[in-house]
């Protein structure tokens, strides 16, 4: 039960920041800047209330490339639907580090190569240009999102302690969310905040982002590690259903292909991994 409880966080930030960017004032560059600050107070608020030696730490290299997903993640919902952005941020996510494995001399079988084969392509499939083809923009900047919080997971392999690296990260990443606020005046971009985008950001960085990732690194002790990373399959899967019964977007027969396939390659990846 907290499993999915935490697979339903994780998928709240799309639905979050999707309907934040449609029907409020809140712009890309200030939705990514609340969620980054939210989302670092209520975990350095954990953090504290854990009460051990140890509290922060993260890197400046990590807090870059959480923010890279951070800001790439909201500008890119600015025209994608929930479910398709879903789709290209986990497919991005999981390819980047599965051909980190690959480069760093591991090797698949053919169920394997067979698997990650048929995840690219679905991909390449969701981006062909068509009538129901995400916009190339925000595919590339979701994308590249994904890119970013895969390697950022990568790092954070080698953290010992998972709560107080990711508390570490989002307070280090917190200047360098006002300086693409900053970059966005300079450029001749305006900001624009309003109350129910401000409450969808925060409720994205404290709650989706903050408490889910606090009570993700609680369950995952106990699960076995194919499990842990197989169940992370649901959340697109979550974005998508919630997406069409929450903000009216469409399930296409493209997404819903390209779903299968995406998913499917990455199961049989991670699944029949040693």
Sequence with gaps: MLTLITMAAFAANSLLCREALRHTAI?????????????ALVLTLLVRLRGRKRQMGGS???????????????????????????????????????????????????????????AVIGLVALLLPGLSAPEPVGAILMVSAGIAWGLYSLRGRSERDALGGTAGNFVRAVPLAALIAVAVLLTGGTLSLDWLGLLYAALSGAVASG????????????????????????????????????????????????????????????????
């Design 60 to 118: 400046w290299g990590s807090a870059l490339a959480l923010l890279g997903y951070a800001a790439a993640f909201s500008f890119a919902y600015r025209s994608l639907t929930a479910g398709t952005g879903a789709l290209l941020l986990f497919g991005a996510v999981q390819v980047t580090m599965i051909s980190r494995g690959l480069l760093a001399g591991e090797r698949l079988g053919a169920m394997q190569s067979a698997g990650l084969v048929l």
């Design 211 to 274: 408490l889910g990732y606090a009570l993700w690194y609680t369950v995952l002790p106990s699960l076995p590690t194919t499990f842990a990373a197989t169940v992370q399959l649901s959340v697109p899967v979550i974005t998508a259903a919630a997406a069409a019964i929450f903000l009216g977007e469409a399930v296409t027969l493209r997404l819903m292909a390209s779903s299968i396939a995406v998913l499917g390659g990455i199961a049989l990846v991670i699944v029949r991994r040693r």
């Design 27 to 39: 712009d890309a560059a200030s939705f990514t800047a609340v969620r980054v600050v939210s989302g």
